[in-house]
T-cell receptor
Framework: DPKIIQKPKYLVAVTGSEKILICEQY?????MYWYRQSAKKPLEFMFS???????DNQTASSRFQPQSSKKNHLDLQITALKPDDSATYFC?????????????????FGEGTRLSVL | GQGVEQPDNLMSVEGTFARVNCTYS??????LSWYQQREGHAPVFLSY????GLKDSGHFSTFLSRSNGYSYLLLTELQIKDSASYLC???????????FGSGTKLTVEP
């Protein structure tokens, strides 16, 4: 059974619309992340959260807003969608740094949400 | 700026070995991770190293030289199913942020 659940798996949106990408993890982790992978580009870090608090944000645009309603949830709201936002968005989780062995802090990834903006 | 470089492609033969190279130049270093990613799927964690030297994990081994900004992932006794992309990622001093290379697509031929 998948331990990091992302919904939906595929998403098609029109330019200018708004979408929410869902992520839940059942690994008991305290830290959660969002990464983006565009065609022909490396995985790119977007946000990190620990105990539901924002720790780092390397996304230039305010159109991307993470939302954490529970400690094992980290959703991603994207507003005013553009075709350049088309990518696979991966949610990841780990033990918060400082907890457990070094391997325990390596982020584990969900299967991703593939977003296409037309 | 940050830089993590990997060759785009690598080919090898079933039953032999493959070495996936990674060089990095980053503002800070808190370790290096390797992930395997198959087309259309999530990256899967393989290894994390923070100290210099070779870390042997059986089918996968990882080497790190911090002074040279260099790491490699060694796959031994290759199988066809090892064909995948292998991603190198530097863990930055920021809160557990990973800076990824573009990945090396390994093709294992019969």
């Amino acid at each position: 059974d998948p331990k990091i659940i992302q919904k939906p798996k595929y998403l098609v949106a029109v330019t200018g619309s708004e979408k929410i990408l869902i992520c839940e993890q059942y690994l008991g982790h305290n830290a959660m992340y969002w990464y983006r992978q565009s065609a022909k580009k490396p995985l790119e870090f977007m946000f990190s959260y620990s105990y539901q608090k924002l720790m780092d944000n390397q996304t230039a645009s305010s159109r991307f807003q993470p939302q954490s309603s529970k400690k094992n949830h980290l959703d991603l709201q994207i507003t005013a969608l553009k075709p350049d936002d088309s990518a696979t968005y991966f949610c990841a989780s780990s033990q918060a740094p400082g907890q457990g062995g070094e391997g325990n802090q390596a982020p584990l990834f969900g299967e991703g949400t593939r977003l296409s903006v037309l | 700026g940050q830089g993590v470089e990997q060759p785009d492609n690598l080919m090898s033969v079933e039953g032999t070995f493959a070495r996936v190279n990674c060089t990095y130049s980053t503002s800070g270093f808190n370790g290096l991770s390797w992930y395997q990613q198959r087309e259309g799927h999530a990256p899967v964690f393989l290894s994390y190293v923070v100290l210099d030297g070779l870390k042997d994990s059986g089918h996968f081994s990882t080497f790190l030289s911090r002074s040279n900004g260099y790491s490699y992932l060694l796959l031994t006794e290759l199988q066809i199913k090892d064909s995948a992309s292998y991603l190198c990622a530097v863990r930055l001093p920021n809160y557990n942020v990973l800076y990824f290379g573009s990945g090396t697509k390994l093709t294992v031929e019969p």
